[in-house]
């Protein structure tokens, strides 16, 4: 028995090839491999031309003194110095943590429960409509709208005299001009999450809402147990373009506080992409495209770090379903 197996062949440790297979793979591998240059190639040198090139242009200049004309003066890191003693910066970059997370914690605090709402909806993809039309309109009409509805004359002061509000609090005012575009957001950035997330609701089989029908579950357990595992990888997106849409946030901003008399908004509703253009191309003084970039490489790097944490926090296991 011995020597009936020593005689018989050792199977190889590594998984044995097919014959007739080339060591560069199947003709579709080398075919998509031949078509790699020419079809990504020209969106990568776009890619390269437009974003790469100036993102390291942009390093270049944080680590200068330059007004935009002239040589540039070396000076490393001072720029960035700079910014991080400036109270202005400071400011800035607290109220845009604070759209980061407080206005983001209420949309999507709102939107899953709109979602749980608007699935059992008769009319639910009219109501979808609807609330995602106020994503499309363009901030400058919500500047307008905001001064119509909360100046001294406005809707809102007139609606609470008869309630007996006599001196109504100052809507308009520098220190409330942040909460408003604050509520602002809220209003106009649920319904379009609220739409992706009901795209991805959508797409759940049916009959997981019958089981958790004929289990008893409530609204609550079905949302942790069966929207939240089968839509993560939905809700993790979602939360991506959140975190990007809300450190650029400047329009709106420009909009609501900048009818003071410096043509600016005030100081008050800063974020760091006001702060950034005003410190670079406001004109009230001399142009200081260092520290501007620097400002604007803080948001970036703020931005690349919390995606990053983002997507591995959020990282789970595809469910098939």
Avoid at 3 to 9: E, I, M, S, Y
Avoid at 52 to 62: D, K, T
Avoid at 240 to 246: H, K, P
């Amino acid at each position: 028995m011995s020597a009936l197996t020593t005689k018989l062949p050792r199977r190889a440790s590594g998984p044995a090839e097919k014959p007739g297979r080339r060591p560069g793979g199947s003709s579709i591998d080398r075919q998509r491999r031949k078509l790699l240059v020419p079809f990504v190639g020209p969106a990568f040198i776009f890619y390269t031309v437009l974003f790469i090139v100036p993102a390291f242009a942009a390093v270049w200049i944080s680590l200068n003194d330059w007004a935009g004309s002239g040589p540039m003066t070396f000076v490393g890191f001072s720029n960035y110095i700079q910014v991080f003693q400036d109270p202005l910066f400071l400011k800035s970059f607290g109220n845009t943590l604070l759209l980061l997370f407080v206005v983001g914690a209420v949309v999507f605090a709102l939107a899953f429960a709109m979602t749980l709402v608007l699935r059992d909806m008769a009319a639910k993809k009219i109501v979808r409509n609807v609330i995602f039309f106020p994503h499309l309109i363009n901030a400058l009409v919500f500047g307008v709208l905001a001064g119509f509805i909360f100046n001294p004359g406005g809707m809102v002061n007139t609606l609470l005299k008869p309630l007996g509000v006599s001196e109504p609090p100052a809507w308009l005012a520098q220190d409330n001009i942040f909460p408003l575009i604050m509520a602002t957001m809220v209003m106009t950035t649920t319904g379009y999450f609220t739409t992706i997330l009901m795209a991805g609701v959508d797409r759940i089989p049916p009959y997981f809402y019958e089981d958790c029908a004929l289990a008893g579950a409530t609204a609550f357990q079905r949302l942790r147990y069966v929207i939240l595992p089968l839509t993560w990888d939905v809700f993790g997106t979602c939360a991506v373009l959140w975190t990007i849409s809300s450190i650029k946030i400047f329009e709106i901003i420009w909009v609501f506080g900048g009818s003071s008399g410096a043509g600016i908004p005030p100081t008050q509703s800063w974020t760091v992409a006001v702060y950034t253009y005003v410190t670079a191309f406001s004109g009230l003084s001399t142009p200081a495209y260092g520290a501007a970039t620097a400002s604007a490489i803080i948001s970036l790097a703020l931005v690349s770090v919390l995606v990053v944490l983002l997507r591995r926090a959020m990282r789970r296991d595809a469910i098939e379903f």
